[in-house]
């Protein structure tokens, strides 16, 4: 297994913080593209609040092996600031069955987001609580393999592009490329999410 040293991912979630200050000062006026409109007798609200649950491939850049990756998320704004909060699981088996190898994330994200009628994407980032186990080492004894493993919990860096496609003005299919990086547990790969919006206000008669 390669070991890479990734200390200076200790100072990236503070770096992060000092940056996302500094932008949600700046981003306090709200825009009119917030307001409501009425689409084929229905009343919406554009950049609400939305739900994506999504699952697909990574690859972990420390075992050099592919695994299987699974997240809820729940996307916000706050006047002009767009923020992302949510959980995201990394293992070699499906997240229900057991594995000591595996990833938990608990992240908190600050990004930017476009929606129109038919789109939705956006692009977030910020620090992420991992926890889990990874293998450690492996033994040779009498030639018998044997895989030993270590549990950690350390803050790193979540981020994430999304793009979705609204087969409905609130429902949609996308797909979302992101990386998680602590010095225990790097991944990054693709995901397909289903996409839910609160948008829908009501019908206009």
């Given at each position: 297994?390669i ?5 200076k ?7 992060f ?5 500094s ?8 825009d009119d ?16 609040g ?5 699952t ?14 699974f997240?809820?998320a ?8 767009h923020?992302q909060t949510?959980?995201?699981?990394s293992s070699?088996k499906?997240?229900?069955f057991r594995?000591y190898?595996?990833?938990s994330?608990?992240f908190?994200?600050y ?5 129109s009628?038919?789109?939705n994407?956006?692009f ?7 926890f889990g186990s990874t293998l450690?080492y492996?033994t040779d ?5 044997t895989n ?8 790193g860096?979540y981020?994430?592009a999304e793009?979705?496609?609204k087969i409905n003005?609130?429902f949609g299919?996308g797909l979302?490329v992101?990386t998680?990086l602590?010095?225990?547990?790097c991944?990054?790969?693709?995901k397909v999410?289903l996409?839910?919006?609160g948008?829908f206000?009501?019908n206009?008669?």
């Amino acid at each position: 297994m390669i070991r890479i040293d990734y200390l200076k991912f200790r100072i990236i979630p503070a770096l992060f913080l000092l940056l996302f200050t500094s932008s949600f000062a700046l981003s306090q006026i709200v825009d009119d593209k917030y307001d409501e409109f009425i689409l084929k007798n229905k009343l919406l609200k554009p950049y609400c609040g939305y739900v994506t649950i999504g699952t697909g491939l990574n690859f972990n850049f420390l075992t050099l092996s592919p695994e299987k990756a699974f997240s809820l998320a729940y996307h916000f704004r706050v006047k002009n600031s767009h923020f992302q909060t949510g959980y995201h699981v990394s293992s070699d088996k499906f997240f229900m069955f057991r594995s000591y190898q595996m990833l938990s994330d608990i992240f908190f994200l600050y990004g930017h987001r476009k929606d129109s009628l038919k789109y939705n994407y956006g692009f977030y980032a910020g620090p992420t609580y991992g926890f889990g186990s990874t293998l450690a080492y492996v033994t040779d004894v009498d030639g018998k393999l044997t895989n030993w493993y270590k549990s950690f919990h350390h803050i790193g860096l979540y981020a994430e592009a999304e793009y979705t496609y609204k087969i409905n003005y609130d429902f949609g299919l996308g797909l979302s490329v992101y990386t998680s990086l602590n010095e225990d547990y790097c991944v990054g790969g693709l995901k397909v999410h289903l996409y839910f919006s609160g948008a829908f206000r009501g019908n206009i008669e």
